[in-house]
């Protein structure tokens, strides 16, 4: 992204509206996954996939956020394969552009809770929005130490950190397994509302049926392919 723009670019880049496509993924461990798979993210759009436990939606979700690369297809961002570019290319995107978010958290334990957003801020150059802490509740418990939040509250928390990065893309892999009916509401709410303040798009795995609804498109996961649902 150090390339200077020319207005050409910057006008095309305005009307895009597509922010991730896979394009015929395939991908096998020790049994097949998944068989030439298409999906398309917009801008300001959320899908949902899901489907049944081992089904490959983990696999899956890690080879659209650029953690694996596939035993065959593309993925393209900015108008390029993922896994064609430079590695170190590819570690900038993962860092500036997508914001990933894993069920089991990875936070700096023997920090506080304001260290663990600090470092994403530095990172991004964004500052910590207080309000978002607040709409996630975990305003009051910003100095205490990771290792002193609940699972929920340390759930939340990386959730927060990623969002302070801005990315352009929010890949989840179950958010909200730890919380309660009320509290992974308002973590859905909280990512609704970024991806659509701030031009973004999501790819949520869940296993909670209402929550995936609530997106703009659901998939499952199933017979190696994906059942569009909605
Ligand atoms: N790195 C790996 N090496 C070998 N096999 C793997 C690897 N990652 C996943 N698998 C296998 O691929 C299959 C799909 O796993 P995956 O984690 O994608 O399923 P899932 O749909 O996310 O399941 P769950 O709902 O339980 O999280 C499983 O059989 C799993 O054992
Ligand atoms: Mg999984």
């Known amino acids: 992204m150090s390339e200077t723009k020319n207005d050409e670019s910057l006008i095309t880049d305005d009307i895009k509206t597509t922010l991730l496509e896979a394009k015929k993924?395939?991908?096998?461990?020790?049994?097949?996954?998944?068989?030439?798979?298409?999906?398309?993210?917009?801008?300001?759009?959320?899908?949902?996939?899901?489907?049944?436990?081992?089904?490959?939606?983990?696999?899956?979700?890690?080879?659209?956020?650029?953690?694996?690369?596939?035993?065959?297809?593309?993925?393209?961002?900015?108008?390029?394969?993922?896994?064609?570019?430079?590695?170190?290319?590819?570690?900038?995107?993962?860092?500036?552009?997508?914001?990933i978010i894993f069920q089991a958290h990875y936070l700096f334990r023997g920090f506080s809770a304001n260290d663990n957003l600090e470092i994403a801020t530095f990172l991004?150059?964004?500052?910590?929005?207080?309000?978002?802490?607040?709409?996630?509740?975990?305003?009051f418990v910003i100095n205490q130490g990771v290792g002193e939040l609940s699972g929920g509250?340390?759930?939340?928390?990386?959730?927060?950190?990623?969002?302070?990065?801005?990315?352009?893309?929010?890949?989840?892999?179950?958010?909200?397994?730890?919380?309660?009916?009320?509290?992974?509401?308002?973590?859905?709410?909280?990512l609704h509302e970024y991806i659509k303040e701030n031009n973004a798009g999501m790819i949520l795995v869940t296993h909670e049926n209402d929550l995936a609804m609530q997106c703009d498109k659901v998939y499952k996961l199933e017979n190696l392919q994906l059942e569009e649902l909605k």
């Open 25 to 99: 993924l395939s991908h096998e461990f020790d049994y097949k996954l998944f068989e030439d798979i298409n999906l398309k993210l917009e801008k300001k759009e959320s899908i949902a996939i899901i489907g049944m436990s081992g089904s490959g939606k983990s696999t899956l979700l890690n080879i659209l956020s650029s953690l694996l690369e596939p035993k065959s297809g593309e993925i393209i961002f900015d108008n390029q394969d993922i896994y064609k570019i430079k590695k170190k290319k590819l570690l900038n995107i993962r860092r500036e552009d997508f914001g």
């Open 124 to 139: 991004s150059g964004n500052s910590i929005d207080e309000s978002l802490l607040k709409k996630l509740n975990i305003d």
């Open 153 to 190: 509250q340390q759930q939340r928390l990386s959730i927060a950190r990623v969002l302070t990065k801005k990315p352009k893309i929010i890949f989840a892999d179950e958010p909200t397994g730890n919380l309660d009916k009320d509290t992974a509401q308002i973590v859905l709410d909280t």
